[in-house]
C-alpha cells in the first residue's frame, strides 16, 4: 500500500470518509458527506451512487433508485461507481440491473478481462446460462485460459439442466459441451481435476456410462487426487450401473484389504456376491477373474474372508476396528434374509454382539453399531440377554448407596448401553406405573453420580451421564401417555431444568423442554431456549417448525411476528447467498457443486416451512394492525397482496422438518414411520390451503368497493379479468370444499412421539366452529354486494336474508366461545395439576374470527351508510315523516350493538382468567411424594412460575387485542 500511496487516485482519498460512514452504519452522515462532494465535483458519479446506497439503507428506496438510474444511464466505466451500483442493486434485490450495467461497460472497453468476468458472474446471479455461455466464449478469446473455457462448458450443462425438454437437452446442450471437452482432450489442454470431473459429470447425463469408465481408468483418471480413493470411488459406481458385479466385487476386496473399516465397501462387498450367486457366475479357468483382481463368488469365500480381516485385528488390542466384527453380523443378516442355511457357519448372533460389546462396549457408538442387527436377537432371549450384558459391566457398592455404580467413564459407558438395548429390545413397555417411577429415580441416582466424571467440563461441553436424564424423561413421558395424567409431564420439566443448569449447551435437553412446555400450552420459556440453541442457517427450515407451530396458536402474537420476520430473514436471504456460493464454485472449477447448490436453493423455495411461515406472518400482521393503525386495504396494498395470484408452489412443496432430530430409543415398533410423516405433511399441507385461501379471501374484501363495479351489471368478466366478487365466490367455494372433505374424514387422534411431528393446528380449527363462522361471514359480502349492486327497492329478499346474516352471525360466535373458550385454563391441588392448553389456541381462533367478522362489517357498514343516507334525503324531499326504515338498517345497528356487547364479554372473561391464574400462588404449591423423584423443589418452582407466567402472557396480549378491535366497533355504526 505504501508503494501505491504517491500515485493514488486523488478521488479514492476523497470518496474514503463516505465509505467510512457506510461501513459504520452512520447512513445520514454518509448522504451528507456526499452532498457535500457532490456540490465540489458534479461529475463524480460514484459519490452520487454512495448517497444512492445511504437513501437506500435510510428507507428512501424509490430517491435511491431514481439516483442509481441517473448514473446507469450514463454508461460508467470507473471501478468504483460498477462496483457501488453492483452492491446497490443487490441490496434492491434487482440483481438483473447489474448484468445491464456491465453490458454497457463491455460494450466500451471490449477487451478489459475484469468487465468480461463480472458480466459472467452477473449473468450467474440471475441465472442466465446462454447469455454465460455466450460471455464465457467471448472471454476466452481475449484472454486464452482453460477457466474460462470451462465456465462456457458448464454454462451449457446448466442449460440442459434447466431445460424443460429432456430431448433437446440430451440432443443439443449435452453433446455440444462433449464435443468442446473432447476438443481440449485431443488438443491435450486438460490441466485440472475440476476439468476432468465436468467432462465425468457431461457422459454421466448422457448415459454413455462405458466412456466414463474408460475416462476413470484411463490418463486423464489420474488428476482425480483431491478425495481420498476418488478414481476407486467412481469405478465402483459406474460398475455397480454397468452391471459389472465381478469387477465391483473384486474392487471392493482389493479396497477392504487396505482399508478393512470402511463399511460403503463391505456393503458393495456383499451385494455385488449375492448378484455373482444369484447369476451362477463361475470365474473363467485361465484368464483373469477380473479387471480389478480376484473375485468372491461363493459364500464360504466371503466367510474365509471376513474372518481373516477379524483374525487381523485380534493382536491390535484396545486399537481394533470395528469393521470386520460388524461386517460378520452383516453377512449374517443378508445369510437369514436370503433363507439359506449357512449363517451357522459363521457363529450365533447373540454370541457375536456379546463379545462385539465387550470389545467396543465403552465406546458411545456402540449402540449405533448394533441397533441395526437387533432383530437376529430371538424375541424370548431379550432379558436373558440383558442380565448376560449386565453381567460384565463393571460396578460397585459405595457405602453412601445401595446402588451398585460405575467406577470410571468407560464403565459407565457400557452400563448406558445396557439401559439403551434395554429400551430398544421394549423391555421398559413391560414395566408398570410403579416400577418405572422406581427406574427414574434409580437414572437419576446415577445421573448425579456420574456428575463426578465430568467436573472439569466446560459450560459448553455435555456431560457424560446426560442421556441417564433422557431415558427417565422417557420413561416419565411413557408413564404420562398410559395414565393421561400430567403429573409426569411436570416432573419431566423439573429434571430437565435441573439438568439444564449442569449441562447448559444441551440441545437435546433444551429440544425436549421446548416439546413438553409447548403440549402444556406454555410458550414463553420456549423463546429463549430456541434462541439458545443458536440455530444456524438450514436449521431454520428443519426445526424451524419447533418454534412457528406453537407461538400465535398459544397466544403470543408479538412473539410469533418477531419468530416469522426471523426465519423469512433466512429464507429470503437464501437466493442471494446461493447465487454467491454459485459464482465461487465457477471461480474454484467446483462445478459438480453447482447443480447441486441450484437444488439446495429450489428445495428451500419450495419448503412447506418457508409457505406456512411466510402466510402466517401477513395473517398476523393483519390482525394485529388492519383497521387498528392503518386500514385494510393499505395493509393489503403494503404487502402487494393479489387475490387472483397464487404463488405458492403446490406441487412441488418439500417438507424439509427434521422430525428424528430429537435421540430415541424406542423399539422399531414404536418408531416415526414413513406413513406418518406422508400424513403430517398431508395435513400441513392441508392447513396451509386453509391458510392461504382465508388470506386471500380478506385480499379479495379489501379489493371491493361498492363504487368500483357498474351496478346492475351481470356481466362476470370485464377486459377478460373475473370481477373481484367472482374470485370472493370461487375462493369461498374452495375454502368450503377443503373444510367439508376434511370434516368427512376420521381425524386420529396423534399420540406424541419423542420423535414426531406436533398436531396440526387444523384438526383444532374443525373442531371450534371458527371455520363456518369465518365462511358465512364472506357469504355476508356477497349479499350485501349484491344489495349495493341492486339497490334497496329490487332487493326485499336480500334484505332479509343479510338481517338474518347478521344475527346468525352473532349467534354463531356466542356458540363457539361459549362450548370452546370457556373453563380454566389451570386447576391446581394438592396431588395433580391439569391444564387446558386447547383453551387457548381455541380463544386465538376466536380473536381471529372477531377480526375477520370486524373487516366484513366495515364493509358492509361502508355500504349501508350511503344507503341509508340517500334514502333519508328521498324521504325528506317527498316530506314523509313516519315512513319505515328497511329491516337491514335496524339489523345492523342491532347486529353492531350485539358485537359490541359480545366483545364485552370476551375481554371480561379473559379479565377474569387472569385474575384466577395470578390468585392461584401457583409457584408456593408442591405436588405430595414428587419431591424425591424431582431432587429440589426449587426447580418444580421454576417450572410453575414459567408457566404462570406464559398463560398471563398469553391472556393479556389476546385481551389487549381484543380491547383495540372493541375501541374500532363505534366506527361501525351508520
Not at 466367510?303 to 452383516?330: D, H, Q
Not at 346474516?805 to 370452546?820: C, R
Amino acid at each position: 500500500m505504501a508503494a501505491r500511496s504517491h500515485v493514488q487516485d486523488p478521488n479514492d482519498r476523497r470518496l474514503r470518509p463516505i465509505y467510512d460512514y457506510l461501513d459504520n452504519g452512520n447512513n445520514k452522515m454518509a448522504i451528507q458527506q456526499a452532498d457535500k462532494l457532490l456540490k465540489k465535483h458534479k461529475d463524480l458519479h460514484c459519490a452520487k451512487v454512495l448517497k444512492a446506497i445511504g437513501l437506500q439503507r435510510t428507507g428512501k428506496q424509490e430517491e435511491a433508485f431514481t439516483l442509481a438510474q441517473e448514473v446507469a444511464a450514463l454508461e460508467p466505466t470507473d471501478d468504483n461507481s460498477l462496483q457501488a451500483l453492483t452492491i446497490l442493486y443487490r441490496e434492491m434485490h434487482r440483481p438483473e440491473l447489474v448484468t445491464k450495467l456491465y453490458e454497457a461497460a463491455v460494450r466500451k472497453v471490449p477487451n478489459s478481462e475484469e468487465y468480461h468476468s463480472h458480466l459472467f458472474m452477473a449473468y450467474a446471479r440471475v441465472g442466465e446460462y446462454k447469455k454465460m455461455q455466450q460471455a464465457g466464449m467471448a472471454l476466452y478469446k481475449i484472454v486464452p485460459k482453460n477457466p474460462y473455457y470451462f465456465w462456457s462448458v458448464m454454462s451449457l450443462v446448466m442449460q440442459s439442466i434447466s431445460a424443460q425438454d429432456e430431448k433437446l437437452s440430451k440432443t443439443m446442450f449435452l453433446p455440444l459441451a462433449q464435443r468442446m471437452v473432447e476438443k481440449m482432450v485431443k488438443e491435450d489442454k486438460i490441466e485440472a481435476e475440476a476439468e476432468v470431473q465436468l467432462y465425468l459429470m457431461i457422459l454421466e447425463r448422457l448415459g454413455k456410462d462405458l466412456e466414463g469408465l474408460e475416462v476413470i481408468r484411463g490418463k486423464l483418471g489420474e488428476k482425480l487426487t483431491s478425495e481420498l480413493q476418488s478414481r476407486e470411488m467412481k469405478c465402483m459406481v459406474l460398475y455397480k450401473k454397468l452391471i459389472k458385479w465381478p469387477e465391483c466385487n473384486a474392487l471392493s476386496r482389493k479396497l477392504l484389504l487396505n482399508n478393512p473399516d470402511d463399511w460403503q465397501f463391505y456393503l458393495s462387498y456383499f451385494d455385488s456376491l449375492f448378484h455373482l450367486i444369484d447369476a451362477a457366475w463361475t470365474p473363467p479357468t485361465e484368464a483373469e477373474h477380473s479387471l480389478e483382481g480376484p473375485v468372491t463368488c461363493l459364500v464360504q469365500e466371503a466367510i474365509n474372508f471376513v474372518e481373516e480381516r477379524i483374525l487381523n485385528e485380534e493382536p491390535k488390542g484396545s486399537r481394533r476396528l470395528r469393521g470386520p466384527y460388524l461386517a460378520k453380523l452383516e453377512l449374517i443378516r443378508r445369510l437369514r434374509a436370503r433363507g439359506t442355511n449357512d449363517e451357522y457357519r459363521l457363529g450365533i448372533p447373540e454370541e457375536l454382539m456379546f463379545q462385539y460389546f465387550e470389545r467396543f462396549g465403552d465406546k458411545p457408538c456402540c449402540y449405533s453399531d448394533l441397533r441395526i442387527f437387533v432383530d437376529l436377537l430371538s424375541p424370548e432371549r431379550h432379558t436373558q440377554f440383558i442380565n448376560k450384558l449386565m453381567e460384565v459391566v463393571p460396578m460397585s457398592v459405595s457405602s453412601e448407596s445401595d446402588l451398585a455404580l460405575p467406577d470410571d467413564i468407560k464403565a459407565m459407558q457400557r452400563h448406558m448401553f445396557v439401559i439403551q438395548f434395554t429400551r430398544l429390545l421394549g423391555l421398559h413397555e413391560a414395566l408398570d406405573q410403579e416400577q418405572k417411577l422406581s427406574l427414574v429415580e434409580e437414572l437419576m441416582q446415577r445421573y448425579k453420580h456420574a456428575l463426578e466424571f465430568g467436573k472439569s467440563c466446560l459450560k459448553t461441553e455435555l456431560q457424560f451421564s446426560d442421556n441417564y436424564c433422557l431415558f427417565a424423561v422417557h420413561l416419565l413421558l411413557d408413564i404420562w401417555r398410559q395414565s393421561g395424567e400430567e403429573g409426569p409431564l411436570w416432573q419431566s420439566l423439573a429434571l430437565l431444568e435441573e439438568t439444564l443448569s449442569n449441562s447448559p449447551s444441551s440441545a437435546q435437553f433444551k429440544l425436549l423442554l421446548i416439546r413438553i412446555y409447548c403440549l402444556l400450552g406454555a410458550f414463553e420459556p420456549v423463546v429463549d431456549l430456541y434462541t439458545s440453541l443458536d440455530a444456524k442457517h438450514v436449521q431454520h427450515d428443519t426445526i424451524g417448525y419447533l418454534l412457528t407451530r406453537y407461538a400465535e396458536p398459544l397466544g403470543h402474537l408479538a412473539a410469533a411476528s418477531q419468530a416469522c420476520n426471523f426465519t423469512l430473514r433466512f429464507f429470503h436471504s437464501n437466493q442471494k447467498d446461493t447465487s454467491e456460493y454459485i459464482i465461487q464454485a465457477y471461480k474454484y472449477g467446483a462445478f459438480e457443486k453447482i447443480p447441486e447448490f441450484i437444488a439446495f436453493r429450489n428445495r428451500l423455495n419450495n419448503s412447506l416451512h418457508f409457505a406456512q411461515v411466510r402466510i402466517e406472518r401477513m395473517l398476523l400482521d393483519l390482525f394485529l394492525e388492519a383497521n387498528v393503525t392503518q386500514s385494510l386495504e393499505e395493509s393489503i396494498k403494503s404487502m402487494g397482496l393479489c387475490p387472483d395470484e397464487d404463488d405458492i408452489p403446490w406441487d412441488n412443496l418439500r417438507d424439509n422438518r427434521d422430525l428424528t432430530v430429537l435421540f430415541c430409543w424406542d423399539p422399531k415398533g414404536s418408531e416415526l414411520t414413513e406413513g406418518q410423516r406422508e400424513t403430517s405433511m398431508k395435513e400441513e399441507r392441508t392447513w396451509l390451503q386453509i391458510r392461504s385461501l382465508t388470506l386471500r379471501l380478506v385480499c379479495a374484501l379489501a379489493t371491493i368497493s361498492h363504487t368500483v363495479e357498474l351496478k346492475n351489471s351481470n356481466r362476470t368478466t370485464e377486459n377478460g379479468v373475473a370481477s373481484k366478487i367472482d374470485t370472493l365466490r370461487y375462493l369461498i367455494q374452495q375454502l368450503e370444499c377443503i373444510v367439508q372433505t376434511e370434516k368427512k374424514k376420521d381425524k386420529q387422534v396423534v399420540q406424541f412421539l419423542v420423535q414426531g411431528s406436533p398436531p396440526a393446528r387444523m384438526i383444532t380449527y374443525l373442531e371450534s366452529t371458527s371455520c363456518w363462522c369465518q365462511i358465512n361471514a364472506f357469504h355476508l359480502v356477497i349479499d350485501v354486494y349484491e344489495l349495493d349492486a341492486s339497490g334497496l327497492e329490487e332487493t326485499l329478499d336480500v334484505q332479509n336474508r343479510i338481517a338474518n346474516d347478521f344475527k346468525s352471525l352473532l349467534g354463531q360466535l356466542q356458540e363457539l366461545f361459549n362450548n370452546k373458550c370457556k373453563g380454566s385454563l389451570l386447576e391446581a391441588n394438592k396431588t395433580n395439576y391439569t391444564t387446558r392448553p386447547e383453551l387457548l389456541e381455541n380463544l386465538v381462533f376466536l380473536v381471529e374470527t372477531v377480526c375477520i367478522i370486524l373487516w366484513v362489517s366495515y364493509y358492509c357498514g361502508n355500504v349501508l351508510r350511503p344507503l341509508k343516507s340517500s334514502l333519508q334525503k328521498k324521504k325528506k324531499k317527498k316530506k314523509e315523516i313516519n315512513f319505515a326504515m328497511p329491516i337491514v338498517f335496524s339489523g345492523f345497528q342491532d347486529y353492531v350493538a350485539g358485537l359490541q356487547n359480545f366483545l364485552s364479554e370476551v375481554v371480561y372473561h379473559i379479565k377474569e382468567l387472569e385474575s384466577a391464574l395470578t390468585a392461584l400462588k401457583f409457584e408456593e404449591l408442591t405436588m405430595d411424594g414428587h419431591s424425591a423423584i424431582e431432587g429440589e423443589q426449587k426447580f418444580s418452582r421454576v417450572v410453575r412460575g414459567k408457566i404462570q407466567s406464559s398463560y398471563l402472557r398469553s391472556l393479556q396480549e389476546m385481551g389487549e387485542l381484543l380491547r383495540k378491535r372493541l375501541d374500532t366497533v363505534k366506527s361501525l355504526k351508520i
